[in-house]
């Protein structure tokens, strides 16, 4: 498969164009993020600290690696006193309940477990609907409910809580920042849709890719949640809060945020996994499955693109990363996962590949 012969994205990359010399779009529009620094988010932070009420601020505390090290620097860079809230979607290892009851037992922070069942109510669906119709495009709605419920109990937690101030890591939830990835899937949902309108595009897109598998539309409940689900994603605001990304100011450093959560808090990844990167939540890897049978390359090799745009490690290592990350996912956890759903991974394989034949 030809690569970028300066990041690591494939070929088979959405939208993907090569120079003569082999650089893809990705790395020649590259524009490094501007970091804002620490003395900028003290400064806007500073009105908060005299507020009344318990908390600070409130941090969204997934279990994974970016959360955790935000609620931890939170904590015991910027004194906050923050309400830390983790919304469960019934697919996190048992690993990540662990890291997360360390992590607010070591630094003292009160904690809230938030379960959200949309998740779970459609995942079997969309995996049904996959099975009768493979398109990769599909792979990303088996996170449908995440988001939507992420913003919407923050954002009643805080005004419950008398909080005005949210913090994340970065990215679509919480400011901007983070790692530095893209996100293909929009790509494949939009495919052959090229409006000006970036969300316009984005519902048209899974519009056709909705009405076009015979599942879904029998499944009124799932069709229902993928709107709000949009509605979350594209409309809604924290009206009324003050959101910061942390990464924003202070940049995102893996090296420093693996080293901090394991020596300081003693975070682990669940041992199934091959790498620390989104180790909280099952979901996640069989996403990745379905990418590499279909598509031949994973988020991962996105994420690592980034990196070496970044300048943070050099193409040599991002090709030993993928490479290892991308041929050891966890294929034997992930056939136990859909097993309980009455599916087999052998199934979502065939018919992966079939897709990739025939495209």
């Known amino acids: 498969m030809r690569r970028c012969a300066k990041c690591v994205l494939p070929e088979t990359y959405p939208g993907i164009h090569f120079s003569d010399t082999g650089v893809c779009n990705s790395c020649l529009n590259y524009e490094a993020q501007k970091i804002e620094g620490v003395e900028v988010l003290k400064k806007r932070l500073k009105p908060f600290y005299d507020k009344r009420g318990r908390y600070h601020c409130i941090v969204g505390l997934s279990g994974g690696r970016d959360s955790t090290f935000v609620l931890y620097y939170v904590v015991k860079e910027l004194g906050l006193n923050p309400l830390a809230v ?16 360390r992590t607010v037992d070591i630094l003292k922070v009160s904690h809230l477990y938030v379960k959200q069942d949309i998740t779970a109510s459609t995942f079997t669906t969309t995996l049904k609907a996959y099975l009768v119709k493979p398109n990769p495009a599909l792979v990303g709605f088996l996170c449908n409910g995440c988001q939507g419920s992420i913003k919407k109990n923050l954002s009643s937690l805080a005004k419950r809580h008398n909080i005005n101030l949210i913090i994340g890591g970065g990215g679509d939830l919480v ?42 539309l029998n499944s009124p409940l799932t069709l229902l949640s993928f709107v709000r689900e949009a509605f979350y994603r594209f409309v809604w605001n924290y009206k009324g809060l003050n959101v910061i990304g ?17 020596e300081e808090l003693g975070w682990e990844r669940p041992k199934e996994w091959p790498i620390n990167w989104r180790a909280d939540c099952k979901i996640h890897w069989l996403k990745e ?30 090709m030993r990363r993928l490479e290892y990350a991308n041929d050891n996912l966890p294929e034997n956890y992930l056939g136990e996962l859909v097993k309980q759903y009455g599916l087999r991974l052998s199934d979502l394989r065939e018919i992966s590949h079939k897709w990739r034949v025939e495209s």
């Open 86 to 101: 983790t919304i469960d979607n019934g697919f996190m290892p048992d690993q990540i309940y662990k890291n997360i009851e």
């Open 175 to 216: 400011g901007g920042g983070g790692e530095p990835e893209q996100s293909f899937a929009e790509g494949l949902v939009t495919k052959g849709i090229n409006l000006k309108n970036k969300t316009l595009s984005l519902v048209l897109g899974s519009i056709r890719l909705l009405l076009g598998n015979w599942v879904l």
């Open 246 to 262: 942390l990464f924003e100011y202070i940049g995102w450093n893996e090296s420093e945020i693996d080293m901090t959560i394991k």
């Open 289 to 318: 499955f379905l990418y590499r049978e279909t598509l031949g390359f994973t988020k991962n090799d996105e994420l690592l693109s980034g990196m070496v745009r970044a300048g943070m490690i050099d193409r040599e290592e991002a």
